[in-house]
T-cell receptor, first 111, second 112 residues
Framework: SQTIHQWPATLVQPVGSPLSLECTVE??????LYWYRQAAGRGLQLLFY??????ISSEVPQNLSASRPQDRQFILSSKKLLLSDSGFYLC??????????FGQGTRLTVV | GNSVTQMEGPVTLSEEAFLTINCTYT??????LFWYVQYPGEGLQLLLK?????DKGSNKGFEATYRKETTSFHLEKGSVQVSDSAVYFC???????????FGKGTKLSVKP
């Protein structure tokens, strides 16, 4: 069966520090991969999606970047965090004609 | 482009009350429609889905019918429980390889 792993679960980082969040999927191949952010009390904002290795589409301009070095690995990064980067980050995958499957999320607090 | 509009919350109900959360969509073609639920501090879980017009998705007492004529996918439950308190998201996926588009979410609080 397919599983999705996202880590870390919580993270507290100072302003100006780098960020790396990792997401991996098991049990499927060539998934579409997504990073969403959910600010407190708000909906889901699609940050990046990827349809294949090295293929990244950005939905909104921001202080973040994403990479897909392997088929089932999706990484969210920042060189210098801002206070406004705080939020709940969710990784998800979809297969051909399937619903989305979500990781458990990372609570990021920038202080 | 594709979009989803769902009723703004929060929604507060008493236990055993009837629930409706409205969701309408705009899409070309024949999207698949979904309802997801998010419990506090967790990721999203699929609640139910429908892939073609007039399909009814159901799970855990929740139901939603894909209405192409009104471009709607309203979520209903006949008798809510305190454990149903969560945020509910309506979503669509346009095509087999399309992205998921989410509504803004509706927070439901059920009081005993």
């Amino acid at each position: 069966s397919q599983t999705i792993h996202q880590w870390p679960a919580t993270l507290v980082q100072p302003v100006g520090s780098p960020l790396s969040l990792e997401c991996t999927v098991e049990g499927t191949s060539n998934p579409n991969l997504y990073w969403y952010r959910q600010a407190a009390g708000r909906g889901l904002q699609l940050l990046f999606y990827s349809v294949g290795i090295g293929q990244i589409s950005s939905e909104v301009p921001q202080n973040l970047s994403a990479s897909r070095p392997q088929d089932r690995q999706f990484i969210l990064s920042s060189k210098k965090l801002l206070l406004s980067d705080s939020g709940f980050y969710l990784c998800a995958w979809t297969g051909y004609d399937t619903e989305a499957f979500f990781g458990q999320g990372t609570r990021l607090t920038v202080v | 482009g594709n979009s989803v509009t769902q009723m703004e919350g929060p929604v507060t109900l008493s236990e055993e009350a009837f629930l409706t959360i409205n969701c309408t969509y705009t899409a070309t073609g024949y999207p698949s429609l979904f309802w997801y639920v998010q419990y506090p501090g967790e990721g999203l879980q699929l609640l139910l889905k429908a892939t073609k017009a007039d399909d009814k998705g159901s799970n855990k007492g929740f139901e939603a019918t894909y209405r192409k004529e009104t471009t709607s996918f309203h979520l209903e439950k006949g008798s809510v429980q305190v454990s149903d308190s969560a945020v509910y998201f309506c979503a669509l996926r346009g095509g087999s390889q399309g992205n998921l588009i989410f509504g803004k979410g509706t927070k439901l609080s059920v009081k005993p």
